[in-house]
């Protein structure tokens, strides 16, 4: 069966998905996206998600308010007889004119992407994550650094810096120095038994699943921050793990080739990944 | 007579310009631009806006080699009957599949547009530009800084804060605050007599006019430096302003509301755009 997509309210086969040229996402990088996973047909935190991109729609200017995606998105599952999917929505400012204006553009552009997703298997977590340290930095000084935007090309730069390196991800600093995010996840680590994350001003794009993470946290006795943290600290960790929406809770076991925490997956991340699952199972 | 569209290898109407919403210029931002000038007919330094071009695209891993942009971008003047014509080559990564992996990407997408460009009158040259300070902050730590990148948005929000205090401009500082860029264009400024303007490594996309003016400056007489300048440098300049291929040289009058220099277009800026003119004039 060919993949069909939902654009601008159709649902086509993703051969004829075009849109103009002169679309303002294609031009300028002037739009949003989502990354989420369903399990079963059911997408995790499908509202929470959706606040998101309204709220970062607000920011941009992005006029989406009368959309139902909600709707469009189940559509895209079904119309592909997905039930473990990864599912894109990309949303960008429209056709506008050639002189940049963003004035100029009078209906956003909706595009929903849903494949079959399929998951690492467990001895990647068993095993974990290896991450290299990027040569390039979070700018903490621009919006776009908490928006999921199309202004991601940092991120698949940093991202080949892992994969040339042999490694899974890429760690970013902010240019203060601090950690702020891996190109596409959070990093999460354990000092001293308190689990630490780098806080929004750390230009950090602020993920579901970490939002999830840091519920789940507390019921488990587990202390939290949101914090500035360097990356010797990271070096220096218990144990620490990458999240989003598809890898959920990934150990992260060595970085720039040297053990993190005890090299291999820790008791709360374990401990994390089991919630996590256990809340994915139940629903939200 | 409709706006003709240069696409991948086909001059067509405007209206008619479709490309894959699974471009990944579309989805990642994963492309660059130049834009570019013709007077008469002709683009002003399109050998280096192609030469720029190129290096990006080598940086970025877009294979643009084979392509006879200089043919395409003169075709596509032509078939719009331009004389002075402003002109924007958009290339990106090309359709790849719908997980993220730049090298599902076979075929780079190439759009020229090219309109009639109606340069300000002489007046606003006699009046100089008034800018705002951009709460928006350039990253110096990422490679994109350098390059005329499809992830622009920050420029155009930056643009956008210019436009909302009634300003033609926005100045943005880089992360360790010093000066970087407009919006849109290049700062100069005099300092003691001598042209300053940041340099590569503050985070700026080194213009071709930049460079030209840089070019320009030394057999007039003035020494240049591409320095760190602070803020306060720029409030205390003698004179200062703004390049980009479609304003040229553009006096740079007043910052948040308070003067630079004496508020009127300064000497040296002056015989500057004589001398840039003249060299339009008689060709590069």
């Keep these: 069966m060919s993949e069909i997509v939902y654009l601008n309210g159709s649902l086509i086969p993703r051969s004829q998905a075009q849109i103009s040229a002169l679309d303002y996402g294609f031009l ?41 995606l909600k709707k469009a998105i189940m559509d895209t599952i079904q119309a592909n007889q997905l039930s473990d999917a990864r599912i894109r929505v990309a949303i960008s400012l ?63 730069l940093a991202r080949k810096e892992a994969r040339t390196a042999g490694a899974n991800e890429a760690i970013c600093l902010n240019e203060k120095g601090f ?21 929004q001003e750390s230009g950090i794009l602020p993920g579901i699943t970490r939002e999830t993470i840091l519920e789940l946290a507390p019921p488990l006795g587990i202390n939290s921050l949101e914090d500035n943290i360097r990356l010797d600290e990271l070096s220096q960790a218990q144990e620490a793990f990458l999240t989003n929406s598809l890898i959920e809770v990934m150990p992260l076991i060595e970085m720039d080739g040297k053990p993190v925490g005890s090299g291999t997956p820790g008791p709360l991340t ?10 994915v199972r139940t629903g939200e």
């Design 28 to 68: 300028y990088g002037y739009g949003l996206f989502e990354t989420m996973r369903a399990y079963e047909g059911q997408v995790f935190r499908l509202d929470n998600h959706l606040r998101r991109l309204a709220d970062s729609a607000e920011v941009l200017g992005l006029p989406i308010g009368t959309l139902d």
């Design 94 to 156: 429209g056709e506008g004119e050639t002189v940049p204006d963003p004035s100029t553009c009078k209906k956003p552009t909706v595009l929903i992407l849903a494949g079959d997703y399929q998951p690492y298997p467990e001895e990647v977590y068993q095993k974990g994550f290896r991450v290299v340290v990027s040569s390039i930095h979070r700018n903490s000084g621009s919006p776009l650094s908490r928006l999921k935007s199309a202004n991601y090309l940092d991120s698949l």
């Design 179 to 199: 950690l702020a995010e891996a190109s596409m996840s959070n990093i999460f680590l354990v000092t001293n038994g308190i689990l630490r994350t780098p806080g």
């Design 270 to 279: 374990q401990k994390l990944l089991t919630a996590y699952r256990e809340l």
